[in-house]
């Protein structure tokens, strides 16, 4: 089986150099620049399975770089971890994830909380078709653009419910565990987490956005997890 390829893009040389090591070691190939602009045109022509970029890069930063990523369909579907040692407050958490990040690491953190969040990402976007749109009875899901839309309106979803909601369409009618659903969709390590009510509460606002048909259709089984039917 191949090796994943992932993109780091950080101008810090030393944890550049330092980071690059540790994710080889683990058995990524790693590509790597100082720069979003560079970094932008080795997305689009070597196709990373993942990028991981500082949020305060000098010129094209972290946040403008998700953006141009997500927003060109070419790259629209590359999943994207910003990491950042500046940018640590709530504001700029939420602007990451308004630009299209799929995770939001502030440093100083633990290599392995790293790959935990690297493995969770890459393990949604493996169980999506990139291109193919997801079609229920009044729901279309688009896994390249991240939208929803329910009766033909804009099912205005976070991050989460976006990634809830794909992983139960993908593996419909199959019961998926509340540890497999907090390992896969939030990236937590179920040696130190275990909390039910994580995904009990993104299922009851899935349900409620989707309204009452489709919402019904979420089910949850006693004892073992929630399923899509």
Request: aromatic fraction near 6%; include cysteine; charge should be neutral.
């Amino acid at each position: 089986m191949p090796r994943k390829k992932l993109l780091l893009v950080e101008d810090d040389a030393q944890m550049l150099a330092v980071l690059r090591r540790y994710l080889e070691n683990h058995d990524y190939s790693v590509l790597f620049t100082d720069n979003g602009s560079e970094a932008l045109i080795m997305a689009r022509d070597s196709r990373p399975d993942l990028v991981i970029a500082d949020a305060g890069l000098p010129g094209l930063d972290g946040f403008e770089l998700c953006r141009s990523l997500k927003g060109s369909p070419a790259t629209a579907a590359m999943p994207v971890i910003l990491i950042s040692g500046g940018r640590t407050g709530d504001e700029d958490i939420v602007e990451g994830y308004g630009q299209g990040a799929d995770d939001y690491l502030t440093k100083p953190f633990a290599y392995p909380v790293l790959m935990a969040k690297i493995g969770a990402v890459l393990r949604r976007y493996e169980g999506l078709p990139r291109d193919a749109t997801l079609r229920e009875k009044g729901l279309e899901l688009d896994p390249a653009a991240r939208t929803v839309t329910v009766s033909g309106k804009p099912a205005q979803l976070t991050r989460k419910e976006f990634d809830l909601l794909a992983l139960l369409l993908e593996k419909k009618g199959r019961v998926l565990g509340v540890p497999y659903l907090l390992e896969t969709v939030w990236g937590y390590d179920m040696a130190t987490y275990d909390n039910p009510h994580t995904v009990e509460t993104h299922v009851s606002s899935l349900r409620k956005k989707l309204g009452r048909n489709l919402g019904s259709r979420i089910h949850s089984v006693t004892g073992h997890g929630y399923k899509f039917e």
